[in-house]
Structures are given as C-alpha cells and as structure tokens.
T-cell receptor, first 113, second 116 residues
C-alpha cells in the first residue's frame, strides 16, 4: 500500500530564517505531488504541484519554492520566512491520471515568531 | 473562477442520527468531486471520490451524491457515531483534466460534532 510521510510535524521559526519541509511517498512510482497551505479560517490553497522529477509548477506568487530531487521526494523551501508564512502545510500525492483521488500527509504546523 | 461553499460551517447532532452535509460549486464543468475528513491538527483523509459521470458513491455508512447540473453534492452519514466528529471538506477538480489542471478547489469545511 502507499504511504506519505511529512516532517517535521511542528516547527517554530523566527522571521527571516530559512525553511525546509520534506515529503516522501512510498509504494508507488511517478506520482503527482502537491504542496498545500491551510491558513486559519481559510480553505486549502495549492502552492505547488509536480508531475515529475525537476518539474515544478507554482499556483500563486509567494515567498516559497519547491523542488523534486527524486521521484518520490518533494521539498518546500524558503530562504527567508515571513510572518505571513505561518500555517498548516500539507503534502499530497495522486496517481498520474487526473481522475485519481489525492491522498494527504499528516501536515506540518509552521509558526513564525 | 470556481468557488466551493459548504453550509453549515458547524453542525452538532446526537449520536445515532442520520445527517447530510452540503457542498455547492459555481462552475459545473468539473471532472470529479472528492470528500475528505480532517481531524484536528491532522491531514486530510480521502473518503469518497465521485467522477462527473457518476451520481453517487458509497462506502460503509457514507454515501455521497453529485448533481453536476445544479452544482451540488451531499455527503450522507448514517447512524452517526462520536468517532465521526471531524471537519468534512469537499473539493472539485476542474474539467477538462489534463496538463496544468491539477488544482483542487476546496470548500472551507463543515465541522461536525456527534454528541454521545
């Protein structure tokens, strides 16, 4: 069966510090991968998606970047965090065909001080 | 631009009651609709996915329906239990599906509390 792992589960960072969140998927090959942010009182917002190694698409302009160095690894990064980057970050995967459901990890709670 | 609305934002019911959660969307050109459950501080668990050509999907005590022409979906939970307490989210996938159309549009969810 397929599993998705995200870490860390919680993170407290000062403004201006760098960020690296990691997501890995097991039990499948060549998945589509996604990063979402869930802010308090708002719905989930898609930040990035990837259909293959090195292929990243961004849905919204922002302070964050994403990379996919390996088939089943997806990384969310920032060089300098802003207060507005606080939120709950969720990684998800789906099979290649777009009529397949998306499956989510347990998320990372990011607090910026 | 697709908008997804879930009403009510919160719902409290006694244990054993059957209940319906509502989801509406503004653009009927969808490829599929997915219902999720989110426990506090946790990620999303996929419950049901309905393709645009389907009318309903069932899994255990859950039944999801889709009326694409009216832009509505419902999630029916039979014989509710305290363990069903969570936030339920619906999300729609745009059509046509293909390169670049991977963005699910989510509602803000309905927070369900089942009282023992």
């Amino acid at each position: 069966s397929q599993t998705i792992h995200q870490w860390p589960a919680t993170l407290v960072q000062p403004v201006g510090s760098p960020l690296s969140l990691e997501c890995t998927v097991e039990g499948t090959s060549n998945p589509n991968l996604y990063w979402y942010r869930q802010a308090a009182g708002r719905g989930l917002q898609l930040l990035f998606y990837s259909v293959g190694i090195g292929q990243i698409s961004s849905e919204v302009p922002q302070n964050l970047s994403a990379s996919r160095p390996q088939d089943r690894q997806f990384i969310l990064s920032s060089k300098k965090l802003l207060l507005s980057d606080s939120g709950f970050y969720l990684c998800a995967w789906s099979r290649q065909y777009s009529n397949q459901p998306q499956h989510f990890g347990d998320g990372t709670r990011l607090s910026i001080l | 631009k697709q908008e997804v609305t879930q009403i009510p934002a919160a719902l409290s019911v006694p244990e054993g009651e059957n209940l319906v959660l509502n989801c509406s969307f503004t653009d009927s050109a969808i490829y599929n609709l997915q219902w999720f459950r989110q426990d506090p501080g946790k990620g999303l668990t996929s419950l049901l996915l309905i393709q645009s050509s389907q009318r309903e999907q069932t899994s255990g005590r859950l039944n999801a329906s889709l009326d694409k022409s009216s832009g509505r979906s419902t999630l029916y939970i039979a014989a509710s239990q305290p363990g069903d307490s969570a936030t339920y989210l619906c999300a729609v996938h745009p059509f046509p599906a293909g390169a670049g159309s991977y963005q699910l549009t989510f509602g803000k969810g309905t927070k369900l509390s089942v009282i023992p």
